[in-house]
Structure formats: C-alpha cells, structure tokens
C-alpha cells in the first residue's frame, strides 16, 4: 500500500493546479464543436453537458444559433415592415452583436446602438410597430447589458446603462419637438419611442443586474474553490509532516542506538582494556570523539525533522575552519591526508563555508572507504569570485581496490546536490593513476548580489 500522504493516479486539478489547454484532457469532437457554438464553457474547452446552465445559454451572449435567429428575424422585419434599403447588414450587425458581446460586451453594446441609430434614421414606422427597438434589437441589448455585468466591472455597466437611458430620452425628445421626422398613426400613439425605450430601459437594467448575479455567484465559486485548494494543501503538508516524523522516529530508533553504544564502549575501552598502549588509548579517544559528533550531527538532522521551524539550521555549521580537525581524524584512521586551506573572504556565505566542508568531508570518507591508506592531496582556495575544492587521492597501497559494494552510490550524488543549490559546479572521475578526483567551484555572491 502506498506510504501516508501519498496519492497515485490523480490529476493536476485535484491538488488545485490550473487546467490549462496543454493539460486538459482532450474532449470528443462533438463537444468541442458544440462548445464553439454555445457558451458553456471556456471556447474550445468542450465542457458540454445537457444542463440548466447549458440551456440558458442558447440565450446567451457568443450563442451562434441565437444570433442566427436574430440574424433572420431582423432582416425580415427591417425589410416588410420598416422598409429599410440594405436590411441584411443591420440584421448581421444585430446577431454579431450577440456573439461579440462573449468577448467584448462594450464594443457589442456600440453594435447595439449602431443598430439602434439605423432604424431612427432609415426606418419607416406605421405606429403600430415596436420602434426604434425592434424586436430582435431589444433581445441583443438586454444579451449586452447582461454580459456587461457578468464580464466587466459595474462601472462600465451603468454607464452602458446610462448612456441609453440618455440615447432614448434624446430620441424620444427629437420626435416630440419634430426635429426627428417619422410618419406614424396619431391616433395609436403620440410618440411609438416613448413606451419602446422605457421598456428597454427597465429590462436592460434586469439583465445588469442578472449579469451582475451571476458575476458574484461566479467570483463565491472561485473563493470557494481557492479555499478547498488551501486546505487540500495544508492536508498534503499535515501528512509530510507526519511522514518526515515517522522517519526521524525511525532514523533514532535505528541509528541513536548503535551510534551511543560506539561512543560509550570506545570512551571505556581504555579503562575496561588492560595492557593497552598509548596509541590504542589515543584511537579509542578518537572513535568516541567522532561517535560523538556523528550523534550531534543526527540530533540535528532529527531537530529539522521533527519541527517545521529551522531551530535546529539555526544551530552553528561547520565550516572551513573546521577542515583541520577532519583532516586530523582521518589520518588517525591511517589515510594521510595533505590539506592546504588558502586565503577566503572574511564574509563567506554560511551555504558556501557549509558546502566547503561536506565536500571535503564526503570526499575524504570515501577514499577511507573505497582506497584506505591512500594518500589525499586536498585544498581550498578562492579563486576569481569563487571557492575551488579540489581532493584527489592516489591508488591505494597494495595496488587498485576491487570495486566496492558497500557503497549506497548517494554521496556523490547528494555532494552534487549541495553544489548545486549554490550554483557550482562539480567534477568526479577516476585519474590516470588509479586514484579518484573531486573538484567543486562554488561562486562566491555578496549580500548586496543576492538581494539584487
């Protein structure tokens, strides 16, 4: 079964990373066409699916049958009843409207008016007819005010608003003071605008409103949506967390152990153990030493991992001052080890002094491994803006030592790693002689670099 806090199989979307065009599963070539021609969803997406919303936008701002119906009613009003020369284009100019209003609602609502304007000016009205809004113009408009409150901010919306409130009361005025010349039935109606325009105005401002409904229904959803994401993350880094405490429990149940019963039988043997000489006194002190260190370097690793906080990397980190006495111990443990630190930059960043040492170190450990007794030429140097570690070690004597398999293989690898983070590079490889090469170039960046 898989490990706590790991999940298999699932998609992107399910740990709230954006959908996209590239990670999108492909939808089948009925739907995508018909999400061209309907808006359900984003275009092309093919997010299809018979439901309430998906009628409602048959009605819709970017709906092509829609607009087509408007298309052909228009041009057939506009030619019998209004006589209008050139009814198509006004007719085409109010179903592009309909689909313009799907991307641009403002630029749809010019249209509209457009449209609006051609039939106060070329119109020919009996009185009995809806004028100067027909009636597929009074469909495309209430379609533009109703995206322009899902889709644009409200602003712009009320003045859409606002500006055919004004556009229909000039109107209305042109005709009561004769300066607008149309021919209509006295006895029907006074003025055929006045009822007309102040039923668009009414119903424009529903479907603003709608629009705007619909837009913090919208936005409610996406909050929402944010909000699950957040927890869905928090959940995900609960179970890291518990996962990383189950691993340092382990970690010191496993290790801890074996690693204090070195220190405390290599701190006694000298006392347990008669008859031992001054050099095997000396090499017990030195094992407990270093089981000594190994335990507080774990206690530290085990500190991180317990705890989200950074107590335990806040702690003092060894450094290159701290290369002498590695070099010390393992000559002790019979590797002699020629080590020459130079010059470096009094502020050296703690990454960089800390990434020195460990390459140093993992180097060393596994020439004490891999070629024991062999002799180690190691050395720090700044060089050009950067710290260059170099230790390469000869063929041990006695001649190549067969190829060992003790090794995890995750020393070089976690040694490149560190180099890495600090933007170096690292080189490894056997030498001609028989011996193994380790070479780092850390790039050496000031405080002031680095916030620049």
């Known amino acids: 079964m898989p490990y706590p806090g790991v999940r298999t199989r699932r998609s992107r979307a399910a740990y709230g990373s954006p959908v996209t065009a590239e990670t999108a599963p492909r939808a089948p070539a009925v739907r995508r066409v018909i999400s061209y021609l309907i808006p359900v969803g984003p275009v092309g997406s093919g ?3 018979w439901r309430f919303r998906s009628v409602l936008a048959l009605v819709g701002p970017g709906s092509v049958p829609f607009a087509l119906a408007l298309y052909g009613i228009q041009n057939q009003i506009l030619r019998t009843n209004y006589e209008v020369g050139s009814p198509f284009l006004f007719a085409a100019a109010t179903g ?21 304007a051609a039939t106060v000016s070329f119109g020919d009205v009996d009185g009995w007819e809806p ?24 602003w712009l919306g009320a003045l859409a608003w606002l500006g055919y409130a004004a556009i229909g009361s000039w109107v209305v005025w042109g005709v009561n003071s004769g300066r607008i010349p149309i021919s209509y039935n006295a006895f029907a109606n006074d003025n055929p605008g006045t009822e007309n325009l102040l039923l ?34 928090e959940r995900q880094r609960r179970r890291l967390l518990e996962e990383r405490t189950r691993i340092a ?17 290599s701190s006694t043997a000298e006392y347990r153990l008669a008859g031992l000489g001054e050099d095997a006194r000396a090499e017990f002190r030195s094992i407990s030493d270093q089981a000594r260190e190994s335990l507080a370097e774990m206690r530290r690793l085990l500190g991180v991992l317990r705890s989200e906080d950074e107590a335990g990397a806040r702690e003092p980190q060894p450094g290159p001052e701290a290369l002498q006495g590695l070099a010390e ?8 080890v020629d080590l020459v630190v130079g010059d470096l930059p009094a502020e050296l ?6 990434t020195v040492f460990r390459v140093v170190q993992e180097a060393l450990s596994n ?63 056997p030498t001609p002689e028989g011996g193994f090469r380790v070479r780092a170039v850390l790039p050496i960046r000031s405080t002031a670099e680095e916030s620049a």
């Open 131 to 154: 004028w100067p809004l027909t009636v597929p113009s009074l469909f495309a408009l209430l379609v533009v005010f109703f995206a322009l409150g899902r889709d644009r901010p409200i």
């Open 249 to 265: 429990r382990e970690l010191h149940d496993i290790v801890a152990h074996h690693m204090s019963v070195i220190a405390v039988q």
């Open 47 to 49: 997010t299809w699916r």
């Open 349 to 354: 960043p703690e990454t960089v002094a800390l």
């Open 367 to 429: 020439v004490v491994r891999h070629a024991p007794g062999a002799h180690v030429d190691a050395s720090v140097a700044a060089e050009e803006g950067s710290v260059v570690v170099t230790v390469v070690n000869g063929p041990p004597p006695g001649g190549p030592a067969a190829s060992s398999r003790d090794g995890s293989g995750l020393g070089l690898v976690g040694m490149r790693e560190r180099v890495a983070l600090d933007g170096g590079d690292l080189e490894t490889g």
């Open 329 to 336: 111990s393992v000559v002790r443990a019979g590797t002699p």
């Open 96 to 116: 592009g409207a309909v689909l313009l209003a799907r991307f641009r609602p403002f630029a749809a609502w010019l249209v509209v008016m457009g449209v609006l």
């Open 200 to 233: 668009g105005t009414l119903l424009g401002a529903f479907a603003l409103l709608v629009g705007l409904t619909v837009r913090i229904w919208r936005q409610g959803r996406a909050r929402v949506a944010e909000e699950e994401r957040v927890a869905e993350d």
